[in-house]
């Protein structure tokens, strides 16, 4: 489905039952393109992306932190209530921000020192939001009920969706 850049996805239009990951992601992807395109409005974007992806996918958790001096701050998210700061190098988002790179992580109990926000949470995916000079103003994190949940596929549709903002 694809949309003129005045005309917005409905919600309904965001839910993809079939298809591979990388099938639901070539289709989600123009729909949340046309959806931020023209929005200024940064945390209206960030909500929409979390809430796209975690219809979607029907992830466990999907949201944004900001980076606010030496933590990150819990931004707008879809799922059950999180941790709201997060200290550079803590945790999976902590050192993500540290590393600036996108992390995978199979199983969180084997993390060393995985922030458990909920036990729920069995596997995660971590993108840093980075501006030109190189700096992390954000990270995306989301998490799954399955453990190894998260691969390559998800690494270069995330980073993608996160290039735009």
């Known amino acids: 489905m694809f949309y003129k850049i005045d005309e917005k996805p409905m919600a309904e239009d965001l839910h993809i039952d079939n298809g591979s990951k990388e099938e639901k992601y070539n289709v989600l992807l123009p729909q949340l393109r046309s959806l931020i395109i023209g929005e200024e409005d940064l945390i209206a974007n960030l909500a929409n992306?979390?809430?796209?992806?975690?219809e979607t996918f029907r992830f466990f958790w999907v949201g944004f932190y900001?980076?606010?001096?030496?933590?990150?701050?819990?931004?707008?998210?879809q799922g059950p209530i999180a941790c709201t700061r997060i200290r550079k190098g803590r945790g999976v988002c902590g050192t993500a921000w540290e590393k600036v790179r996108t992390l995978i992580i199979p199983n969180v109990d084997l993390f060393p020192g995985h922030i458990a926000c909920s036990t729920l949470s069995r596997s995660e995916i971590v993108v840093p939001?980075?501006?030109?000079?190189?700096?992390?103003?954000?990270i995306l994190d989301v998490d799954s009920k399955n453990l190894n949940d998260f691969d390559d596929t998800d690494a270069y549709f995330l980073e993608e969706v996160c290039s735009w903002l």
């Open 66 to 77: 900001l980076v606010k001096g030496e933590e990150l701050v819990l931004g707008p998210f």
């Open 49 to 54: 992306i979390a809430a796209a992806l975690k």
């Open 129 to 138: 939001l980075v501006h030109e000079n190189g700096s992390v103003w954000g």
